[in-house]
């Protein structure tokens, strides 16, 4: 885990939201029930509840997925995002021994 990776991704509040919601993907998504979420949040959703551009939204993605914070999967034509709850295990352990 690269420790600056994560906190630069973390000084976002924009990029903090996103990982709160799919923190609770069927509270935060209730329209993707219909297409389950096995896979994780649609690009798409993700970019219309933030209300910001597609570029910004996978610009975000990105960000943390660099950092480790999530994953994705591609499926046909889409890419899923779902937070990646080890990395953040892995996160409370470095914060509750070395900072």
Request: aromatic share 10%; charged share 15%.
């Amino acid at each position: 885990m690269d420790q600056v990776e994560v906190f630069k991704a973390l000084s976002n509040k924009t990029r903090l939201q996103i990982l709160n919601w799919l923190k609770q993907p069927e509270a935060s998504f209730p329209e993707q029930v219909q297409y389950g979420y096995a896979h994780g949040i649609c690009v798409g959703q993700i970019q219309q509840k933030a209300g910001l551009t597609q570029s910004t939204v996978s610009e975000y993605l990105s960000a943390l997925q660099r950092a480790g914070l999530v994953k994705s999967t591609r499926v046909g034509q889409w890419t899923y995002y779902q937070r990646n709850e080890e990395a953040f295990a892995q996160l409370s352990q470095l914060i509750q021994t070395e900072i």
